[in-house]
Nanobody
Framework: QLQASGGGLVQAGGSLRLSCAAV??????YGWFRQAPGKEREFVAA????????NYVDSVKNRFAWSRDYAKNTVYLQMNSLKPEDTAVYYC????????????????????WGQGTQVTVSS
């Protein structure tokens, strides 16, 4: 029900925009997570579909931006000033619940997951 796209190979300092399209329904909260080789999946960003608030992991603040398009039923993750350490498989996730900020970083709160999209940042 979630279709992620937009990954690719980019040089350090470059930008990418990931998309996550919800097919057939919309959700209350959408999150982005990532998993680098040999590491656990980590929270990146999340926001409520109503746009009332967003939050980010510290390492991407002021570089990444979560947004949504009502008409397209799609959320985005704009990634700027990319660094090699941003290299990972990125996953979008969603829940019908409107999560409070403190809950959004927990992957267990999300019940729907898209397929991963690879982001590779070269130095």
């Amino acid at each position: 029900q979630l279709q992620a796209s937009g990954g690719g190979l980019v040089q350090a300092g470059g930008s990418l925009r990931l998309s996550c399209a919800a097919v057939g329904r919309s959700f209350g909260t959408y999150g982005w997570f990532r998993q680098a080789p040999g590491k656990e999946r980590e929270f990146v960003a999340a926001g409520r579909w109503d746009g009332t608030s967003t939050n980010y992991v510290d390492s991407v603040k002021n570089r990444f931006a979560w947004s949504r398009d009502y008409a397209k039923n799609t959320v985005y993750l704009q990634m700027n000033s990319l660094k090699p350490e941003d290299t990972a498989v990125y996953y979008c996730a969603a829940t019908t619940r409107r999560l409070i900020t403190s809950s959004r970083s927990s992957s267990g709160q999300y019940h729907y997951w898209g397929q991963g999209t690879q982001v590779t940042v070269s130095s």
